[in-house]
Each structure stands twice: as C-alpha cells, then as structure tokens.
C-alpha cells in the first residue's frame, strides 16, 4: 500500500467519524456548519472526503458533537468501549460522571 491510499483512507475514516458522530447526536449538517461559521456544502464537503478542516475547526466539530478531537482523528483508544457508538460512549461516561459525583461526599 502506498503512503498516498493511505492518507485517503484515513480521510475517508475521519470523514466517516464525523457524519456518524453527527447523525448519533441528530444534528443536521446547518448545526455543524453554523459552528463553523462555513456554508452547510462545506460540511458536506467534510463528511466526503473532499474538504479537510484545521485545528480550529476540528476542535470545534468535536465540541459540538460532544466526542474529543482524537477520537475524531482516530488516535483515541476508547479501550473497551471501542464496539460503542460515539454517542452510546458519552451516555456511559456521563453515567461514569453520575456515579463519581454520587460518591462525593458533602459537607
């Protein structure tokens, strides 16, 4: 395999990420693209493969869509909650944040 069907491959993975991230929170495309402050065929664009983002713009993909930067790039290793779907893996660390804050004790 070459470097270059490499990097489309990951293109096309992080594309995937985000357009399954963004359909898991049932978010229309104008809401990822209002965040942006781009046009709505811009996101289109991004969830094709055929626009990529900065810094800026995948910090804040991520934050709307409540999933970190990493996982959107795939360097975040969920451990054993990789088989989850994005937004199935916020609602357990949610209930993760419950249960902690449960266990503080209060003065």
């Given at each position: 395999m070459t470097g270059d069907e490499s990097d489309a491959e990951q293109r096309r993975a992080f594309a995937?990420?985000?357009?399954?991230?963004?359909?898991?929170?049932g978010h229309p495309q104008s809401r990822i693209a209002a965040a942006l402050?781009?046009?709505r065929s811009a996101v289109s664009e991004?969830?094709?493969?055929r626009r990529g983002v900065n810094a800026v713009e995948l910090r804040r993909i991520a934050a709307e869509l409540g999933v970190t930067a990493d996982w959107l790039v795939g360097t975040d290793d969920p451990g054993p909650f990789a088989a989850l779907h994005p937004a199935d893996r916020r609602s357990v660390e949610l209930y993760a944040g419950y249960l902690l804050w449960r266990r503080t004790p209060t003065t």
């Amino acid at each position: 395999m070459t470097g270059d069907e490499s990097d489309a491959e990951q293109r096309r993975a992080f594309a995937e990420r985000i357009r399954s991230a963004r359909r898991a929170a049932g978010h229309p495309q104008s809401r990822i693209a209002a965040a942006l402050g781009v046009p709505r065929s811009a996101v289109s664009e991004i969830e094709h493969a055929r626009r990529g983002v900065n810094a800026v713009e995948l910090r804040r993909i991520a934050a709307e869509l409540g999933v970190t930067a990493d996982w959107l790039v795939g360097t975040d290793d969920p451990g054993p909650f990789a088989a989850l779907h994005p937004a199935d893996r916020r609602s357990v660390e949610l209930y993760a944040g419950y249960l902690l804050w449960r266990r503080t004790p209060t003065t």
